[in-house]
Nanobody, 122 residues
Framework: QVQLVESGGGSVQAGASLRLSCEAS????????MGWFRQAPGQEREFVAA????????NYADNVKGRFTISRDTAKNTVYLQMNSLKPEDTAVYYC???????????????WGQGTQVTVSS
């Protein structure tokens, strides 16, 4: 089993930045993709960004492209999401995912974190 623990969420004003982190532990696969998803109240969970094992290939949802950056430290089993120029519509619970092959914006993790709240006020 794989455990994922997110951190870094919070409440900020529009235009601010936040950095989310997610550390994987337990029986992690030898190689695996990681990604971030989010779910706003009353909406379905949506893809935000994904990154392959080596970190040299990434994919972003159109509505965060140019503002968010996903990266990872394989030695630390950790994935990051740097979020700049935050907007009120970015308000959601952000979930980390891990496991399975990288497949761009079709990525679907095998494992999920518990989520961290990001609130952006205007």
């Amino acid at each position: 089993q794989v455990q994922l623990v997110e951190s870094g969420g919070g409440s900020v004003q529009a235009g601010a930045s936040l950095r989310l982190s997610c550390e994987a532990s337990g029986r992690t696969p030898t190689t695996y993709a990681m990604g971030w998803f989010r779910q706003a109240p009353g909406q379905e969970r949506e893809f935000v960004a994904a990154i392959n094992w080596s970190g040299d290939t990434t994919n972003y949802a159109d509505n965060v492209k140019g503002r968010f950056t996903i990266s990872r430290d394989t030695a630390k089993n950790t994935v990051y999401l740097q979020m700049n120029s935050l907007k009120p519509e970015d308000t959601a619970v952000y979930y980390c995912g891990a496991g399975g092959p990288y497949s761009g914006n079709s990525y679907r993790p095998d494992y999920w974190g518990q989520g961290t709240q990001v609130t952006v006020s205007s």
